[in-house]
């Protein structure tokens, strides 16, 4: 009903939203050999890149590259830079059926992400046996919620990042995102819409904002190129603004009428350029662009 009536209101409505306080970071997996060769250097040079925002890509151990979260909350802070966004995947053995609970494994990650200062604890994965199983299927968003009350304890949301088949695989006669959408409490549960994720299984980000408003407090902005055919794929990420997407005006509709604040530039392929100076680009123009 949320939804329904949030599309009966006047454009003018959302005009609020496109008011609001907007953060860009990036996704430090864009530079995810760097980030393993040298952090605290890559990290510099994203500072200086003009960035206030990141978000990770990396917890492992109760670490994040290496570094207990205080540790890595240190180094950021010596860098003037923020993480309000993190992705670390969940999955149904992170809930313990017999205790009715989170395994200590997961409360430990809300726990440094809530360390961290993060706003958002990000799934970036759905299992394959899960996507075609209803029950299986049920039971996972019965977690994501049940994971969105225990961020809420700690000020945070839980979110979830799209990639390509949730486009191309089907629950009954709809996909399968917009069946995590509409079986997440939207007050729990925040979508963060991979606008090049979607793409190469011909999910257009815009129909999915205008479908359905205010549900994706987060964006992963990007722009794609066609290749040749690799891995299922024929699509590549390429520097804003040089692709095929009409990026601005995805991220525009984003602020204006999908509810988002936190815009996470990342780009995964390069053509034969650095990363880090793609990066660069990218923050450059999404400032031209107002952001």
């Known amino acids: 009903m949320a939804v329904a009536g949030a599309a ?5 409505l959302f005009a609020a939203t496109e008011s609001k306080l907007k953060r860009v970071g990036v996704q430090l997996y864009s530079v995810r050999d760097a980030m393993k060769a040298d952090p605290q250097g890559t990290l510099k040079k994203i ?16 670490k994040f590259y290496g570094y207990t979260a205080k540790e890595f909350k ?3 802070a010596d860098l003037d830079l923020k993480m309000p966004s ?28 809530a360390t961290m200062g993060q706003k958002f604890v990000i799934s970036p994965w759905l299992d394959e046996k899960v996507r075609t199983d209803t029950d299986a299927l049920k039971r996972a968003m019965e977690q994501f919620n049940k994971c969105g009350e225990l961020c809420k ?6 979110g979830y990042h799209n990639h390509n088949f ?5 629950v009954g006669d709809i996909t399968l995102y917009d069946y995590i959408i509409q079986n997440t409490d939207p007050a729990l549960v925040a979508q963060q819409i991979d606008i090049g994720n979607m793409f190469s299984t011909g999910g257009m980000a815009l129909e999915f904002i205008n479908k359905y408003p205010g549900r994706f407090q987060s964006m992963h902005v990007k722009d794609e190129i ?9 699509t590549e990420s390429t520097i804003l603004g040089k692709g ?21 530039i990342e780009q995964e392929s390069y053509q034969g350029m650095d990363p880090i100076d793609c990066v660069k680009i990218d923050l450059q123009i999404m400032k031209k662009w107002g952001y």
């Open 8 to 12: 009966l209101l006047p454009d003018s």
């Open 86 to 113: 993190g992705h670390t995947v969940m999955t149904a053995q992170h809930w313990d059926a017999s205790k009715n609970d989170f395994t200590d494994a997961w409360k430990y990650t809300v726990e440094d992400a």
């Open 166 to 170: 949730e486009i191309s695989t089907k």
């Open 226 to 234: 066609k290749v040749p055919p690799h891995n299922g794929d024929d």
């Open 244 to 264: 095929i997407l009409p990026v601005r005006d995805i991220v525009k509709a984003g602020a204006k009428k999908g509810g988002t604040s936190l815009f996470i």
């Open 153 to 158: 304890q700690s000020s945070m949301m839980f």
């Open 74 to 76: 240190k180094i950021l």
């Open 47 to 62: 500072a200086d890149a003009g960035y206030a925002h990141v978000e990770h890509a990396n917890y492992i151990d109760r």
